[in-house]
C-alpha cells in the first residue's frame, strides 16, 4: 500500500480484529471437521460467525437508514456480491466432481443438497434428513451450508423489518430485545424436544445474530454507554475469548446444542467485538496479520474444506485422518486464497455494474436448475456405460406409511388366512417381497414402523393408536404373525438381552396366531462402497465389514436355535440367505439385494421368502 490509497476492505471503519475473529470462527470448525478429536467442540465456530455477521449486518442497515441512504436493491447486490461468487465456484466444482465421481444415489443426493445451497434452504433439507452429529454426515459434500441458509433467511427477514418500524426508531431496541427473547424461548423449547429442528431452524438460530445486532445498536445509539464500557474493554476482550476457547475444550457433538449453552461462544464473540479494536485480545492476538489474512479467506475457506474432507470421505470408503486430513486442509486453504484473489476480490471489489450483479443471480439460478434435473433424473445413470445397477423397491410400498393411520391391508383381501406384520423399518422393506410371494394366497395387515418394540415408543400417541387397532383383531382368526426389526438396535450385545426381546416379541400384544414368525436382522454391509465399486472403476476397493453387525448376527442365531420356546415360534435369518459362507453379497450379477446400508431391496427380501413361505405351509 503506497500513500493514501486503502485496500478495499481497509475503509475508515474497517476492523482488522473483526477478521481475526473470523479466523478463529474458520479455523474451529475446519479443525473439528479434519480432527474433530482434537477440538471436540469446533462446531461454535458457526455461531461466532453468526454474531460477526449480526453485528456488521446491521451496522450497515443503521447507518444508512440514519443518513437516509438505504436502499434495498444496494443492500442484496452487495449481498449478492459477497456471497454468490465463491458458492457458485463451490457448488460447480462439486457438480463437476461428482459426475465422474458419485455413483447415481450419491449424485442424486448432491443434486438435491445444490439445490439447497443455491436456493439458500439447505438447512430445512438437512433437518428432514438427519442430525448434523449423524454417522451419515460425512457423506453429504454440501452439509456445511446450513449455516449459509440461515444467515441469508436472516438478511432477508431483518432489513424488512428494520426499515418497516424505522418511523418508531426510538422503539428498535423493543425489537430486538422482543426478538432476541422469541428466538431463545423457541431454541430452548426445543433442544429437548426437538434437538434436530433446534440445529436447523432459523426461528431457534436468529438470536445469535440479533447478539450481533445489539452491538451494532449500542455502538451507533448508546455511545454514552459505549464510553462508560470502554473503560473494562481489555476484561471484555479477555473474557471474550477464554468463553470461546472454553466453548472449543468442553462441548462436542453430543452437548445439546445449541439451547443454553450457544451462550458461551456467542457471548464470547459480542464481548471481543464490543471491546473495540483497542482491546487487548482484539489489538495484540486478533489483529495479527496471520490471523486477519485467514479472516480475509475465511469464507471461501469455510466452503471449499468440508467438500473436500467429504469427497474424500466416499472415494475412499473411510473418513481422511492423520497427513490426508492435513493434506486437505493445506489444499482448502490455497483453494481458498485463490478463491479470494481471482474472483471474490475482483467481483466483490470492482466494478459495481448491475449486469455483474443480474449475471451473478443468473448463473446461480442455473446451478440450482442442473442440481434440480440431477434430482428428477435420479443421478443421471446414463453417465456410465456399464448396465445399470438394479435397485427395486417395488411397485407396492408399506414400508413409508408412518402417518398414525394402520394398517396397510393388501394381498388377497378374500383370503381367510391373515397375516400381521409389524417392527421397525425392517419389518416395512418386508412388505414388496411379501405381497409378490404371498399375496395371492394370504391377506397381510402391515401395521407400520417403530411401535410394538418397547413399552416407552408404545406410549407414543401414533403408537397407542395402532396398539388399539391390532388389538381390535384380538378376537379374530390369525393365522401367522410376522415380526421383524434390527435387533442390534433394541437389544442389548448379551445372550440374556436377546433372549428377553425374542420372548417380548413372542408374545404378539394379545393376538392369538396359529404360527410366529420372528425374522432376525439383516447384515449390514458399506452400501456406498458396494454401488461405488460397480459403477466407477477407481472406487473399486475391498468394501470394510462390518464386524459389529457380523458379530451380533451369529449371537443372535446361536442363541435363538437353543432357546425352548412354544412350538409355534419360529426363525427366520435374513444372514443366511445374504451371506452364504459368512460372506455377504450385496449384488448379484446386476440386481442390488440393498436399498442402503441394512435396508433390503424388494429382491434382497426375496432371497428369505422361501424360508418364510415353507413355514406357513406346514
Known sequence: MTGNKQTPHQHPKYRPDIDGLRAIAVLSVVAFHAFPEWIPGGFIGVDIFFVISGFLISTIIFENLERATFSFADFYSRRIRRIFPALILVLSASILFGWFMLTPLEYDKLGQHVVGGAGFFSNFILWKESGYFDSAANLKPLLHLWSLGIEEQFYIFWPLLVWFIWRWKNKLWMLIGFLIVSSMAINIA???????????????????????????????????????????????????????????????????FPGWLALLPTLGAALIIFSGKEGWVNHRILSHPVLVWVGLISFPLYLWHWPLLSLSRMIQGKFPTGLMALYLVIISIALAWLTFIFLERKIRFGRRDKFYTLLLVLMMLLIGVAGYVIKTLDGIESRFSIKPLEIHSGEFDCHNQDNGKPPCVFGNLASDRLIVIYGDSHAGHLTNALNQALGKDYKLMFFGENCYLTKR????????????????????????????????????????????????????????????????????IASDCEFAGYYIPLRRFKCPINKASESYNKLFMSVTRGMSLPENVYFVYPYDKLCPNDVCEPIRGTVSNYDDNHHLTQDGAMLVMPDIAQILNK
Open 190 to 256: 426445543l433442544v429437548s424436544s426437538n434437538p434436530v429442528a433446534d440445529f436447523y431452524s432459523p426461528f431457534s438460530r436468529f438470536w445469535e445474530l440479533l447478539i450481533g445486532a445489539t452491538i451494532a445498536y449500542l455502538q451507533i445509539y448508546k455511545k454514552d454507554l459505549e464510553k462508560i464500557f470502554q473503560k473494562f474493554a481489555n476484561i471484555f476482550s479477555i473474557s471474550g475469548l477464554i468463553l470461546i476457547f472454553l466453548s472449543l475444550g468442553i462441548l462436542d457433538g453430543g452437548a445439546r
Open 457 to 524: 415408543e408404545n406410549n407414543r400417541p401414533e403408537c397407542r393408536i395402532r396398539l388399539e387397532e391390532m388389538r381390535r383383531l384380538s378376537s379374530e382368526k390369525i393365522y401367522a404373525v410376522i415380526r421383524s426389526q434390527r435387533w442390534e438396535k433394541h437389544t442389548l450385545f448379551d445372550e440374556s438381552s436377546i433372549k428377553s426381546g425374542v420372548i417380548e416379541a413372542s408374545e404378539t400384544y394379545g393376538l392369538s396366531p396359529e404360527k410366529i414368525i420372528i425374522v432376525g436382522s439383516t447384515e449390514e
